[in-house]
């Protein structure tokens, strides 16, 4: 069974840094590219950014280019996203999935608040 497991959300005040952490399972990650999307409220579900296979070609929404970084550990069986410079308007359920995956895991909210 496919799963994705995201964590690390919370609430930072704009300007700070979360990473988030997603555990994959139930296929061989190191096939799969990975990406990373979100969804705030009201809002519907965005591309933030993907990582191939080997973790060599990166690509982000303009939104979050130069203040975002998606990584991969495929040993881990683990995505990650460093956000850095938060700005309010990346509050948001974020969520990683498999790029060629229909399974969608339960997401982590991420708060930017002062």
């Known amino acids: 069974q496919v799963q994705f497991v995201e964590s690390g959300g919370g609430l930072v005040q704009p300007g700070g840094s979360l990473r988030l952490s997603c555990t994959v399972s139930?296929?061989?990650?190191?096939?799969?590219?990975m990406k990373w999307y979100r969804q705030a409220s009201g809002k519907e579900r965005e591309f933030v950014a993907r990582?191939?296979?080997?973790?060599?070609?990166?690509d982000y929404a303009d939104s979050v280019k130069g203040r975002f970084i998606i990584s991969r550990d495929n040993t881990k069986k683990m995505i990650f996203l460093q956000m850095n410079s938060l700005k309010p308007n990346d509050t948001a359920v974020y969520y990683c999935?498999?790029?060629?995956?229909?399974?969608w895991g339960q997401g982590t909210q991420v708060t930017v608040d002062s």
């Open positions: 139930g296929f061989d990650i190191r096939i799969a590219a």
């Open positions: 990582i191939d296979e080997t973790g060599r070609r990166k």
């Open positions: 999935k498999a790029e060629r995956s229909a399974t």
